[in-house]
């Protein structure tokens, strides 16, 4: 069975940091890409950032690129989101997503609030 689990949410200040987490089981995690997504209250999901299997690709969302940096660790079945010079804009619930034996497949999400 497929499962996500993100972790690292929280309250932070405008201008501050945080690192996401997605730890993934059930399936190939090292044969997979990895996205992140976010949904901030009374708007649609937005996809942020991706990753290739192997991390030699990766690519950003326009609202995020330069701040934002997605990594993984395929030893540790692990996916990243690391967060600088966080905006009021980037308040949502954050979600990884795999798409995988047929389907895509959703972590439960973590909750970043941006807030002075």
């Known amino acids: 069975q497929v499962q996500l689990v993100e972790s690292g949410g929280g309250l932070v200040q405008p201008g501050g940091s945080l690192r996401l987490s997605c730890v993934a089981s059930?399936?190939?995690?090292?044969?997979?890409?990895m996205s992140w997504y976010r949904q901030a209250p009374g708007k649609d999901r937005e996809w942020v950032a991706i990753?290739?299997?192997?991390?030699?690709?990766?690519n950003y969302g326009d609202s995020v690129k330069g701040r934002f940096t997605i990594s993984r660790d395929n030893a540790k079945n692990t996916g990243y989101l690391e967060m600088r010079s966080l905006k009021v804009d980037d308040t949502a619930i954050y979600y990884c997503m795999v798409d995988i034996l047929g389907g895509e497949h959703w972590g439960q999400g973590t909750r970043v609030t941006v807030s002075s």
């Open positions: 990753i290739t299997d192997n991390s030699v690709y990766s």
């Open positions: 059930g399936f190939p995690f090292s044969s997979s890409p």
